[in-house]
């Protein structure tokens, strides 16, 4: 090349950090096409999460636990506090709630077959309830949605739980969407609809409002079915403190909130990344909501929202959760985004890891499509399989820190276990910087 | 005959002993007195029976109703026949919001006037008003008819689907992608069963029909808010 400086140096090229490329290339994307990008997953961008909080252990003023010998106990029970029929789980790790349509049939029944292996629950989603979840899951909430689509009296008697959704914290205060291209004949059919259009589920339930009408969609769900489900109410992290407050008063068994990093089917990646707050910052908030309310462990608390190790799952309930969710992880150990498809992924102009366009029904893996060839790639038995270890493992790795820190039961990890790495994280999770017995608006003490 | 007080006996046990009422029973005739606008009077009947409410009810009353013909002397409260899936309801007074929301099935008669959100996500009920209804009615109505033999409120079939919509008075507005259609003869025919079916005297001829544009049905900016 023609050095037409004489030989002096030159700066550099440097990228903005404002205008990044990826910025960059989403703003020639929707200048060329006139429509926000929808897209499936959870939060891309990095926010305050439990990697930012680590467990003490023990010293000599807490004695551990032997590993592998010594019981340290996983199950949980949720909605003891008005239902006739509560559901007892072996481990605090359930399967969070995805549609069919979103997801295969075969993809369910894998969903199904893991969570009962591993003696948890599975969630139905929009769209209703499929034999393939229904026949292979032997505890399976029923999601009670705004849609309503495929709700029956019958399916909300077949169900173990009911879940009433209020948000989700992909998009808290957002309805769905299901693109056309995944309307198949059967999906078209469960949701009364015409095959080949979107499908918009609404953002508010369409006959109950605030939380006095709540209370009495409450009594008219439980009249129907006997008093015999757990009634949970599951809202998006916008406002921790008083949905949890809102949905005890309106008469929940189970309050089941979702962080900001939360997956979904098919959301504007607007919304996913802009809207709702991480789950580090909602817990503390949700458990003291109980506390006030004297009904911490009564009514049972569910979180999810970017869980994927024991360590997340121990973290989580040292907070004060009573169990988690997972979504994104389920799938990915199902087959999600595996490499192995990694020619595919480059011919959809994506890579494996970042695919995420879930909403085109083209997934290489056959999980999130309704399409037969692709679906017919996606082994139910085994990916039942594969689920069953993961949940496995995040159970050892959680039993494994809770008999470090000395617990024979997950649920008596505590805040007291825990240190925070940030101060962002200390301040959310009410929790000490390491090295320090103080965080952000820690009560007696100045900012 | 069977004679339900409810005031004295309580919801709980109305509800299960409806419940309790096999497809062949011989209990077939329930009267339910003082409901005192109560809430979920009536909820997830599953059998050929018929219940007469003597009075108003709250919320939801024969919510997710299935066979069963329920029949309100009275007024009720919001969300009535919600998520109906098959059966009859029909009110004697007026209903408040959400009338049928949901509905699945089944034909949800309205003798008075209907509020807001009549009809809301309907998908496959028939639901019949004889006098008016109010704003927002049938949003996102998905299948099934809708019969007004008053006049419609504001944003009527605002983002509808494949239900179909039957007014007689005026509409004072038309929601997103909802318009008026030409009623041919098949349309005149379904009405007139409907018309029968909700006991009502109207002429078919005097209605208009209203339905989707469809322009909302596959995502395009231009037609985004
Ligand atoms: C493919 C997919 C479909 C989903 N569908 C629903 C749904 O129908 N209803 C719902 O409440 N949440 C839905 N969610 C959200 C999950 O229930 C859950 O809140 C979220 O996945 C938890 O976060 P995680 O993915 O980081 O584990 C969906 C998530 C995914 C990934």
Redesign the interface.
Known sequence: MKDDHNGAPRTVPIQSATFSNPVNAEIRRAAATGIYDIRGGGAKRKVPHFDDLLFLGASISRYPLEGYREKCETSVTLGSRFAKNPIQLDIPVTIAGMSFGALSGPAKEALGRGATMAGTSTTTGDGGMTEEERGHSNKLVYQYLPSRYGMNPDDLRRADAIEIVVGQGAKPGGGGMLLGQKISDRVAEMRNLPKGIDQRSACRHPDWTGPDDLEIKILELREITNWEKPIYIKVGGARPYFDTTLAVKAGADVVVLDGMQGGTAATQDVFIEHVGQPILACIREAVRALQDLDMHREVQLVVSGGIRTGADVAKAMALGADAVAIGTAALIALGDNDPKWEAEYNALGTTAGAYDDWQEGRDPAGITTQDPELMARFDPVEGGRRLNNYLKVLTLEAQTIARACGKNHLHNLEPEDLCALTLEAAAMAKIPLAGTDWYPGKPGTSY | MQTFDLEAQG??EL??SL?AQASDTNQTHWEIVNPKGS??IA??L?APIEVNVRGST???CA??N?QATVHVHGSVG??TA??M?SGMVVVEGDAS??AG??G?GGTLVIKGNASS?CG??M??IDIIVHGNIGHMSA??A??GNLVVCGDAGEALGD?L??ARLFVRGSVKSLGADCIEKEMRPEHIAILEELLERGGCDAKASEFKRYGSARKL???N?DNAY
């Open positions: 919801l709980r509800n299960s419940h809430h979920a909820v997830g599953d709250g919320y939801y919510g997710m299935k919001p969300g919600e998520n899936m919001q959400y929301a949901t699945h959100r809301i996500s998908k496959g949003f996102m998905q299948s983002s689907y494949e049905y596959n995502f900016i």
